[in-house]
Nanobody, 122 residues
């Protein structure tokens, strides 16, 4: 089970840190991804971190502003979001992907958290 949290209302230019806490299994060997979905749009890839913790992927739209990290001791993954823009506003989901593999599309991720709302005011 995955539990996403940390969303909220922030002004443009501000920061938020999202957390994804896992329970029921250790996630250290799995890809963990963050996706987002804005109203009327499809679910899009934001970032992923892979089993070593050394490999990551970012969508072009968030590169240089978002940082993904993991704490295997806490069985958690984090998404630090800086310099937020109104276009970042969406429901953010964390998801569990392949073991020892890389993945950046929603269909490659099997388990999903419930989502946390990020609202950015201009």
């Amino acid at each position: 089970q995955l539990q996403a949290s940390g969303g909220g209302l922030v002004q443009a230019g501000g920061s938020l840190r999202l957390s994804c806490a896992a329970s029921g299994r250790a996630i250290s060997s799995y890809a963990v991804g963050w996706f987002r979905q804005a109203p009327g749009k499809g679910r899009e890839f934001v970032s992923a971190i892979y089993w070593s913790g050394l490999s990551t992927d970012y969508a072009e739209a968030v590169k240089g502003r978002f940082t993904i990290s993991r704490d295997d001791a806490k069985n958690a993954v984090y998404l630090q979001m800086n310099s937020l823009k109104p276009e970042d506003m969406a429901v953010y989901y964390c998801a569990l992907g392949p073991m020892f593999g890389r993945a950046t599309t929603p269909r490659e991720y099997e388990y999903w958290g419930q989502g946390t709302q990020v609202t950015v005011s201009s």
